[in-house]
């Protein structure tokens, strides 16, 4: 069937550095994904959300792109800071009906 | 704002036993969705909601049953404990669809 995967498990990353996650989808139907934030024994916290119709969307410091040719999706965190060690998640949807979560990835940021 | 509320927090079953999970959201969100993860593994969809009397099932439905007699309450049912139903449940509302959701803190269930 289809689903979303990540590339990886785990990142870790220097203070300070870019961290690059990536995300790869399969149902080329979706057409909303987003990204969540998970901290240790919390549930998932929102960080930012793209539609197909678009290729880039900014938030605060981070950054996701969209690339519907390969079904690539990634988040992009700049000068990445100690709080932002955690699981990521990407998600998508077909028209707002459910939501398919990829497995996750660690990241851990090194002081 | 609370926002979205789950209890309890923790929770051992024998299996057999039955149980309702309870989520609560005070933000008049129509969009209301239950999720189980498990360890190494993203979210999974059980059942969802889109407004008071409607509920459908995600991904995962089977041994769980939902309601939704209000807007601001989702609870979801196990009718018979399983040792596969070991996970954390986490609730989720939104304000329209399965867009920007905002989870509740977690129920742990363990069944033995």
């Known amino acids: 069937g289809e689903s979303v995967g990540l590339h990886l498990p785990t990142l870790s990353v220097q203070e300070g550095d870019n961290s690059i996650i990536n995300c790869a989808y399969s149902n080329s139907a979706s057409d909303y994904f987003i990204w969540y934030k998970q901290e240790s024994g919390k549930g998932p916290q929102f960080i930012i959300d793209i539609r197909s119709n678009m290729d880039k969307r900014q938030g605060q410091r981070v950054t996701v792109l969209l690339n519907k040719t390969v079904k690539h999706l990634s988040l992009q965190i700049a000068a990445t800071q100690p709080g932002d060690s955690a699981v990521y998640f990407c998600a998508e949807s077909n028209k707002g009906n459910d939501m398919r979560f990829g497995a996750g990835t660690r990241l851990t940021v090194k002081p | 704002n609370a926002g979205v509320t789950q209890t309890p927090k923790f929770q051992v079953l024998k299996t057999g036993q039955s149980m309702t999970l309870q989520c609560a959201q005070d933000?008049?969100?129509?969009?209301m969705s239950w999720y189980r993860q498990d360890p190494g593994m993203g979210l999974r969809l059980i059942h969802y909601s889109v407004g008071a009397g409607i509920t459908d099932q995600g991904e995962v439905p089977n041994g769980y049953n939902v309601s939704r007699s209000t807007t601001e309450d989702f609870p979801l049912r196990l009718l018979s404990a399983a040792p596969s139903q070991t996970s954390v449940y986490f609730c989720?509302?939104?304000?329209?669809?399965?867009?920007?959701?905002?989870f509740g803190p977690g129920t742990r269930l363990t069944v033995t």
């Open positions: 989720a509302s939104g304000l329209a669809e399965a867009y920007e959701q905002y």
């Open positions: 933000m008049n969100h129509e969009y």
